[in-house]
């Protein structure tokens, strides 16, 4: 496994942007895997929110936020991005970033987990 670390959640107004990082330890398992983003609202179950290969770039997005986020990552930063805008109050809910074999809105595909960040949208 590889450790992951998100960072750039915080509290926003409706409308605002946010901005989420996921830095792997690994370089080699990056340039392998695929790196998905998931969400956990307080009560409900962890939700796929975006993926992305990491060697083609290819992008796959939830209907709720397609449109309003953008997945990308920089191969020689060994690091995934997630970038919200248009934020939402339903989009509160904390951030976790995943690495696995493929690209997947089954959170069982991805073996390594970041801790997570916390992302607030105020109305």
């Known amino acids: 496994q590889v450790q992951l670390v998100e960072s750039g959640g915080g509290l926003v107004q409706a409308g605002e942007s946010l901005r989420l990082s996921c830095a792997a330890s690994r370089r080699t398992f990056f340039s392998s895997y695929a790196v998905g983003w998931f969400r956990q609202a307080p009560g409900k179950e962890r939700e796929f929110v975006a993926a992305?290969?990491?060697?083609?770039?290819?992008?796959e997005y939830a209907d709720s936020v397609k449109g309003r986020f953008t997945i990308s990552r920089d191969n020689a930063k060994n690091t995934a991005y997630l970038q919200m805008n248009s934020l939402k109050p339903e989009d509160t809910a904390v951030y976790y970033c995943?690495?696995?074999?493929?690209?997947?809105?089954?959170?069982?595909?991805?073996?390594?987990w970041g801790q997570g960040t916390q992302v607030t949208v105020s109305s």
């Open positions: 995943a690495a696995g074999p493929s690209v997947s809105r089954n959170r069982g595909i991805y073996d390594s």
């Open positions: 992305i290969t990491w060697t083609v770039g290819i992008p």
